[in-house]
T-cell receptor
Framework: DVKVTQSSRYLVKRTGEKVFLECVQD?????MFWYRQDPGLGLRLIYF???????EKGDIPEGYSVSREKKERFSLILESASTNQTSMYLC??????????????FGPGTRLTVL | DAKTTQPTSMDCAEGRAANLPCNHS???????VYWYRQIHSQGPQYIIH???NNETNEMASLIITEDRKSSTLILPHATLRDTAVYYC???????????FGSGTRLSIRP
């Protein structure tokens, strides 16, 4: 069964801390994505990666960075967490389809609270 | 990506068919329509997709109008476990900034 796992379901951090959110997929997918989800705003794309060491900014990259050193792992980094980064963070992966979209597989999400 | 428009919320009686509409009037010829759902506190889950023909799988049916400007997701016999937010998207490419809107919150009445 295909799987996307995220390192934590719930996380509480303090303002100014460096936060790492880890995502691992076991489907050998080329594409990986990080979204945040807030009430009334739907899913907003933070960053995505279509290959190892490759990354592209999404709609709301400010305050975030990412790392993809291995194909199966995509990390989201909050360099200095702030209270407005309290949110649900969702990771997803999909096969590279060239000019075609392929279905995304989502992880269970990490609910991050920044105090 | 084509913009999609969905009602904010709907409800349906348990055991009846739930019909969820989606408007995608700006869709281009090679953009598929994809449906996902998100059960509370979980990540979105793929349901079905189609280009211009109607599609059916074990979860749902997808009816796409002939002009492709709208579609309807049909859950034939809704159960309480179908309570979720349903997203309709029309992405152009796997590397594009795929837009998930706010979706339709479907409530199933016992």
């Amino acid at each position: 069964d295909v799987k996307v796992t995220q390192s934590s379901r719930y996380l509480v951090k303090r303002t100014g801390e460096k936060v790492f959110l880890e995502c691992v997929q076991d489907m050998d997918h080329e594409n990986m994505f990080w979204y945040r989800q807030d009430p009334g705003l739907g899913l907003r794309l933070i960053y995505f990666s279509y290959d190892v060491k490759m990354k592209e900014k999404g709609d709301i990259p400010e305050g975030y960075s990412v790392s993809r050193e291995k194909k199966e792992r995509f990390s989201l980094i909050l360099e200095s967490a702030s209270t407005n980064q309290t949110s649900m963070y969702l990771c997803a992966s999909s096969l590279w389809g060239g000019s075609s979209y392929n279905e995304q597989f989502f992880g269970p999400g990490t609910r991050l609270t920044v105090l | 990506d084509a913009k999609t428009t969905q009602p904010t919320s709907m409800d349906c009686a348990e055991g009846r068919a739930a019909n969820l509409p989606c408007n995608h009037s700006t869709i281009s010829g090679n953009e598929y329509v994809y449906w996902y759902r998100q059960i509370h506190s979980q990540g979105p889950q793929y349901i079905i997709h189609g280009l211009k023909n109607n599609e059916t799988n074990e979860m749902a049916s997808l009816i796409i109008t002939e002009d492709r400007k709208s579609s309807t997701l049909i859950l034939p016999h809704a159960t309480l476990r179908d309570t979720a937010v349903y997203y309709c998207i029309a992405p152009y490419s796997s590397a594009s900034k795929i837009i998930f809107g706010s979706g339709t919150r479907l409530s199933i009445r016992p």
